[in-house]
T-cell receptor, first 114, second 110 residues
Framework: NAGVMQNPRHLVRRRGQEARLRCSPMKGHSHVYWYRQLPEEGLKFMVYLQKENIIDESGMPKERFSAEFPKEGPSILRIQQVVRGDSAAYFC????????????FGPGTRLTVL | DAKTTQPTSMDCAEGRAANLPCNHS???????VYWYRQIHSQGPQYIIHGLKNNETNEMASLIITEDRKSSTLILPHATLRDTAVYYC???????????FGTGTSLTVIP
């Protein structure tokens, strides 16, 4: 049973470009969560999605960031017009059900903005 | 979600038990205690969780005090691969997210 998959594992972008991060949840999991980890800090929650629905986006920056989890395919975290401060590790987690369950994390995507 | 307090760092000799403490004095009745760990540059790994009773699985044991104000994660026979940052998190049973603090950096020494 494959775990949570994220790609790319490393992504380099220049300021002003767009970054697209993909996450495929574990088989049988329909709940996806995105977290961001800045250097030397703990993970910070960004958004929680179910298929075709955003359930909780309380941790998402108000501008430039968006997330989706379509009916088919992986969840996508999209960052438009990236800035150096967006450089971080972005982790995706999934769970079989929603609230109250443990979350299983992927290996992360390390975004570097030049 | 209640706040937790953990020591910044700990050392443990290889083969010995590692006991990682966590204080959560403001925990409320419907909050679970979860433990995750993050090995350098990897995604967090779920270890164990509990509400009131002590719990054990193939990775670790979780001891929760009777008043639930603190808990201890026990790795019975630490190996070098257990070197990681360990996060103690309390979360309501209806919570959507985990609040990761700075955790305890455990170093297992040969």
């Amino acid at each position: 049973n494959a775990g949570v998959m994220q790609n790319p594992r490393h992504l380099v972008r220049r300021r002003g470009q767009e970054a697209r991060l993909r996450c495929s949840p574990m088989k049988g999991h329909s709940h996806v969560y995105w977290y961001r980890q800045l250097p030397e800090e703990g993970l910070k929650f960004m958004v929680y999605l179910q298929k075709e629905n955003i359930i909780d986006e309380s941790g998402m920056p108000k501008e430039r960031f968006s997330a989706e989890f379509p009916k088919e395919g992986p969840s996508i975290l999209r960052i438009q017009q990236v800035v150096r401060g967006d450089s971080a590790a972005y982790f995706c987690a999934s769970s079989p059900r929603g609230s109250g369950n443990e979350q299983f994390f992927g290996p992360g995507t390390r975004l570097t903005v030049l | 979600d209640a706040k937790t307090t953990q020591p910044t760092s700990m050392d443990c000799a290889e083969g010995r038990a590692a006991n990682l403490p966590c204080n959560h004095s403001t925990i409320s009745g419907n909050e679970y205690v979860y433990w995750y760990r993050q090995i350098h540059s990897q995604g967090p790994q779920y270890i164990i969780h509990g509400l009131k009773n002590n719990e054990t699985n193939e990775m670790a044991s979780l001891i929760i005090t009777e008043d639930r104000k603190s808990s201890t994660l026990i790795l019975p026979h630490a190996t070098l691969r257990d070197t990681a940052v360990y996060y103690c998190i309390v979360r309501v049973d209806t919570g959507n997210q985990f609040y990761f603090g700075t955790g305890t950096s455990l170093t297992v020494i040969p």
